[in-house]
Antibody
Framework: QVQLVESGGGVVQPGRSLRLSCVAS????????MHWVRQAPGKGLEWVAV????????YYSDSVKGRFTISRDNSKNTLYLQMTSLRAEDTAVYFC??????????WGQGTLVTVSS | SYELTQPPSVSVSPGQTARITCSGD??????AYWYQQKSGQAPVLVIY???KRPSEIPARFSGSSSGTMATLTISGAQVEDEADYYC??????????FGGGTKLTVL
């Protein structure tokens, strides 16, 4: 069965960096696009970034463009989100999600990132 | 930037029909997707490509789209359907966008 397991969250000071990971299993990881979606405490879902199946294209939301970088290692079935210049408003649960023809059909359980001094 | 607009809340009694709308300028050209999220859990896909239902989702969930509005309908809503519901689509640059979410209350 499809499993997505995020890790790397924690408490970080404003301006610092953090890298999230998402390990995938149960499907052919290298054949599917992958997304990061976040949810601030008590707020709605916010789309963050997408990377194509082969890493050839990446797109970001305006709120993270220039600060966050999405990447993947298909040999390790792992998706990454490198977050730099973190701000308080980046505090959220970060979910990774598998894409199948635009549909985000499977999601991980999320990892909490708290940006605070 | 592209936006999808949902009502903040919808309330129905058990057994009634709940309708949650999602409006967006690109919806005539882009599919709508619907996700259910219960407290503390990851979102679950309930409708994809406007009106298709994953096999594991109960038949009381259906979707439709006309013009700039997509609608999620729950026919005979159950107490266990109480959750936040989000519509999702993409903009012309293939970037994702979620609606603000609708809290469905069934009581």
């Amino acid at each position: 069965q499809v499993q997505l397991v995020e890790s790397g969250g924690g408490v970080v000071q404003p301006g610092r960096s953090l890298r999230l990971s998402c390990v995938a299993s149960g499907f052919s990881f290298s054949s599917y696009g992958m997304h990061w979606v976040r949810q601030a405490p008590g707020k709605g879902l916010e789309w963050v970034a997408v990377i194509w199946y082969d890493g050839s294209n990446k797109y970001y939301s305006d709120s993270v463009k220039g600060r966050f970088t999405i990447s993947r290692d298909n040999s390790k079935n792992t998706l990454y989100l490198q977050m730099t210049s973190l701000r308080a408003e980046d505090t959220a649960v970060y979910f990774c999600a598998k894409e199948d023809m635009v549909t985000l059909d499977y999601w991980g359980q999320g990892t909490l990132v708290t940006v605070s001094s | 930037s592209y936006e999808l607009t949902q009502p903040p809340s919808v309330s129905v009694s058990p057994g009634q029909t709940a309708r949650i709308t999602c409006s967006g300028d690109a919806l005539p050209k882009k599919y709508a997707y619907w996700y259910q999220q219960k407290s503390g859990q990851a979102p679950v896909l309930v409708i994809y490509e406007d009106n298709k239902r994953p096999s594991e989702i109960p038949a009381r969930f259906s979707g439709s789209s006309s013009g700039t509005m997509a609608t999620l309908t729950i026919s005979g809503a159950q107490v266990e359907d109480e959750a936040d519901y989000y519509c999702y689509s993409t903009d012309i640059s293939a970037r994702g966008v979620f609606g603000g979410g609708t809290k469905l209350t069934v009581l």
